[in-house]
């Protein structure tokens, strides 16, 4: 339903901010819910641990609700710019602002582990996410409806142990989500799950990014998994951005369609190098 | 009615709820054993009484009212040196766990001291406090402290960095942080401090009520083997027996109670 508001003219190459991206989704947010997503602007920032500059000077803007795909390979700072963004770590130099006030509620982070309190209900892990709302009378109702979202409703009373690696999951993103967040930063979410597992999480990802209009930022290993859900891919090559690539595939997108697997081949081609992307 | 037909019936039968009660078949065996081996004259009287001899001889401290009066001096310094050495222990333990100065002020010193054998202080201890009750209550206490200390620092200490960085991000206020995180995640080693403090209490009380005593279940054995009266010894030290067995089952059912949801606890 939302082909109309969809981007038609880049091409995967590298692209300035797009701005008519932003007018486009600041459409949407307008039309569908008042508010959600939030802007975000880098500029210049570095990140060093010691002798070890992981960052070497990023310079990005993301538009409010955009779904950003940060990939490359290990060890090339993409965590630590998700780290920084999600306010975990404090930037050596540059600034990141998000265009005007946030709560900490607003901007929330999804981890590869689940980091669920074991001594916790499924349903109490979840009111974990509400931060300062946690002792409001709707605190219950809300964890209620965002387990709800991900579907999860009869594991309400269930200790997470006896719970798999995907609902573990689940469960960490609706305590993600529960407070509403305007950003959602995602470090490799998916990536200790099975190859199945996976595709239903991907599918559940972007279900409640298109719902709730949140700005969202992934970080993973999984090209195929970076273009299947992002409007916009960045590689990230020894500590800055290489390339930044528009998606201009509509949705729903099609698992394993020419258009994903041409768009994903030539970015494997831009991460490997040409000498071991040869094979592909 | 067919072999097929039989089997899988034969298979799902069950001897129903005893399973409660398999924990006690080796002690009575043991007891039979011991009392078949009393009558038959393999083991003289004197070098051990019959059971049945032992429970007469219970039976006849019990209605003079002396046993009650022992087991109870018993227990209520027991538990009472427990609570002494246990909160101070847990205090110390929360206190160096969470703060790297007090850490640093005071676990050196505690790991010294660890290394003497607390029993090894009873001379000074008779010196100090005679044989009255505080000499026993410092004694237990002392015992019940290190095991309580170390477990409860262990336990905050490996606390998952990965959920108080979530609790972290979620907002949470220290105090939140610690009932919420920290203090769950610190309880199954904390437990595992109050068994071993069990342990140690009922060590530390036999010994200091057999040394420097007026009452209680040590001082009722001594007083016996004054006498020669060998089945109260006896005696006593089946009644220690079933002491620590009861504070085992205490500590276990709080264990089930508190960590129902360790893997480990769910059946």
Known sequence: ?280 | MSIVEVLPRVRNFRVPSLSGLTQWIVPLVILAGWQIACVAGFVPARVMPAPTDVALAGWKLLVSGELLQNIWVSFWRASVGFLIGGSIGFVFGLANGLSELSSKLTDTTLQMVRNVPHLALIPLVILWFGIDESAKLFLVALGVFFPIYLNTLHGIRTVDPQLIEMGRIYGMSNSELFRRVIFPGALPSIFVGVRFALGIMWLTLIVAETIAASSGLGYMAMQAREFMQIDVVVLSILIYALLGKVADSASRVLERLTLSWHPAFQK
């Open chain 1, 1 to 280: 339903m939302n082909q109309s508001l969809r981007l038609a003219h880049i091409d995967s190459q590298l692209v300035e901010a797009p701005s008519e991206f932003e007018q486009a989704l600041a459409e949407r947010r307008h039309v569908d819910h008042a508010n959600r997503g939030l802007s975000l602007t880098i500029r210049g920032l570095r990140k060093s641990f010691g002798a070890n500059e992981v960052l070497r000077g990023v310079d990005l803007h993301i538009p409010a609700g955009q779904f950003v795909a940060i990939v490359g390979q290990s060890g090339c700072g993409k965590s630590t710019l998700l780290r920084l963004i999600a306010g975990l770590d404090k930037p050596t130099a540059g600034t990141i602002s998000f265009g005007e006030a946030t709560r900490p509620e607003d901007i929330r982070v999804m981890f590869q582990e689940p980091r669920l309190l074991p001594w916790a209900r499924v349903l109490s892990n979840v009111e974990v996410g509400l931060g300062a709302d946690r002792t409001s009378v709707d605190a219950k109702a809300r964890a209620e409806k965002a387990l709800e979202e991900v579907g999860l409703t009869d594991k309400r009373e269930q200790w997470p142990a006896v719970l798999s690696g995907g609902q573990k999951q689940r469960v960490a993103l609706a305590r993600a989500l529960v407070s509403q967040p305007r950003v959602l930063a995602l470090d490799e979410p998916l990536g200790a799950l099975d190859a199945l597992t996976r595709i239903s999480m991907q599918r559940l990802l972007g279900r409640v990014w298109h719902d709730q209009a949140f700005t969202s930022i992934l970080v993973t290993h999984d090209v195929a998994e970076a273009v299947a859900l992002a409007d916009r891919v960045l590689v990230i090559e020894e500590g800055r951005i290489a390339h930044d690539i528009n998606v201009d595939i509509a949705r729903p997108r099609q698992r394993g369609s020419a258009e994903l697997a041409a768009l994903e081949g030539s970015i494997l081609r831009n991460l490997l190098g040409t000498d071991d992307a040869a094979g592909l």
